[in-house]
């Protein structure tokens, strides 16, 4: 196989490239998830609260994010005064897609909550700022979890996007590949991208896992689980 | 293109009001029509894959890891590696682009179509079938009405994603709305890069608007209601649904 043997010696040849540009695109996508839960979370407390404020927030992201990614690209550097070639307009978009997304899902988990276990803690003198941290903030972070988890996936994919304008990331593997009209090197992009994507995944189940101990025991597990499945297939 | 100013929004303005570039094979309206071409034809071909096969899945619950691994894995897939590679293994022609472009659409629309089906109440199906409707009608009759607004979101996600990702086939072949930006930056011409962007933007926002206007008018009257809030709080498993399966753009 010419492909197999042509990824091979790939590879090892260009190691130092391939190190620097998926340093890179982890970098570009990892940091808007992370921005996007510390933006989206409080403002889905405030939306959970103030019914006006909520409608505006949610037309305003999912207008927002039905923006393609290639022309916020190209917009955001006249915005934020960035040049076109700055990482930082990458983060930007994504993180604004980020928030978008999580805003919606974090408003529902938050609501879904059972209002006895909030009354409880209310009861054991809880204010609303601890019942809001200890409280409805674990609850909710499954469902969290399964919002970030299809934004980890589609930000490793989009990333490559802005190779388009001249942002490093693995993306400039598909566009290098396109003019030097070398498939192997493109497969090289696309198998990278598809590992990162699975590494991180792999990584956001596991932090499912540690954050929310009392889904793994007992019988609560296998009802959640269900619950969960079902909203994994739809994302 | 000369510009009577070096201010990017004033080339913008300028870029966008020129009537030549309205115009000819090369004009914003041609440009569309091959943008919406790709996004139809792309559509086309990803319902034809996706809607029997999430009916069944749906219907029959089998094949449902199945599924859900394959929707992860597609999803991982860069389309704008997808397309640039099947343009130099193919050709630099409509087709290959196009299934690069199915590649990106199958995922959302596929759990849509799923997660409509499940979403429907189980008592209801057996109800139905209790009263003696074969498994056919069963899917007609039960599942994909009241599924229907959840599928109707997963095809609303994979139109918006096409929408903004049939832009990178004008790198490979140059056609579409990204051959604004394509040009726009090798011959420098900003007011061109960000008009172009601007109809970009546009374009994507109309299609959803259309795209959630047929989500409204193509639910049964029964289930409709005309407090969207209210009912987001009594379904939210639903609606989480619905957000979920927006996946991303591109």
Do not use: C
């Not at chain 1, 949610?58 to 070639?85: D, K, Q």
């Not at chain 2, 199906?125 to 899917?139: C, K, P, Y």
């Not at chain 2, 374009?203 to 209601?225: C, E, H, K, N, W």
């Not at chain 2, 009912?231 to 498993?237: I, T, V």
């Amino acid at each position: 196989m010419d492909w197999i043997s042509g990824i091979i010696d790939y590879v090892p040849a260009n190691i130092g490239q391939l190190r620097q540009l998926t340093g890179n695109h982890l970098l570009q996508s990892v940091l808007p998830i992370v921005f996007g839960v510390l933006i989206a979370v409080p403002l889905a407390q405030l939306a959970r609260q103030n019914r006006t404020l909520a409608g505006i927030m949610l037309t305003g992201s999912s207008l927002l994010y039905t923006i393609p990614s290639l022309a916020m690209f190209v917009f955001l550097p006249l915005v934020l005064g960035t040049s076109i070639l700055s990482m930082v307009n990458v983060v930007v978009a994504l993180t604004i897609y980020a928030v978008a997304l999580l805003m919606r899902s974090t408003v529902d988990a938050l609501t879904s909550i059972d209002d006895g276990v909030r009354q409880a803690a209310v009861a054991m003198g809880y204010t609303p700022l601890r019942r809001f941290l200890t409280v409805d903030l674990p609850l909710s972070i499954p469902v969290l979890i399964a919002g970030v988890r299809v934004i980890s996936v589609t930000n490793i994919s989009m990333v490559s996007v802005g190779a388009l304008i001249g942002v490093p990331s693995l993306g400039r593997l598909f566009t290098d590949g396109l003019t030097r009209n070398y498939p192997v090197q493109i497969a090289v992009g696309i198998i990278i991208t598809l590992l990162l994507a699975l590494l991180l995944d792999l990584l956001l189940v596991l932090l499912e896992r540690v954050l929310t101990p009392w889904a793994r025991s007992s019988t609560t597990r296998r009802t959640r689980a269900a619950a969960l499945d079902a909203r994994t297939v739809a994302s | 293109m000369d510009y009577s100013s070096s201010n990017l929004f004033v080339q913008m303005g300028e870029w966008l009001s020129d009537p030549e570039n309205w115009s000819g094979s090369r004009g914003i309206p041609m440009r569309i029509a091959e943008h919406l071409g790709y996004v139809g034809l792309t559509m086309l071909l990803a319902l034809a894959i996706a809607v029997p096969l999430g009916l069944y899945v749906g219907h029959t619950g089998k094949g449902r890891v199945l599924i859900v691994s394959g929707v992860g894995i597609l999803r991982a897939l860069p389309t704008l590696g997808m397309v640039f590679l099947f343009a130099l293994l193919f050709s630099r022609g409509v087709l290959p682009a196009v299934w690069a472009l199915v590649l990106l659409a199958v995922p959302p629309v596929l759990s849509g179509i799923y997660a409509g089906v499940s979403s429907v109440n189980r008592t209801v199906v057996d109800a139905a079938r209790s009263m003696g409707l074969t498994e056919w009608q069963i899917l007609t009759r039960v599942e994909l009405p009241n599924g229907l607004q959840v599928m109707l979101g997963g095809v609303r996600a994979g139109v918006l994603q096409v929408v903004a990702t049939a832009t990178v086939v004008a790198y490979a072949k140059a056609d579409g709305l990204g051959v604004f930006l394509v040009e726009g930056t090798q011959i420098n011409d900003n007011g061109r890069l960000f008009g172009g962007a601007v109809v970009i933007a546009a374009v994507a926002i109309a299609v959803d608007g259309v795209m959630a206007l047929l989500q409204r008018f193509a639910i049964s009257p029964g289930l409709r209601t005309t407090r969207p809030v209210a009912r987001s709080q009594q379904e939210s498993g639903r609606q989480e649904a619905v957000a979920s399966a927006q996946g991303g753009t591109t």
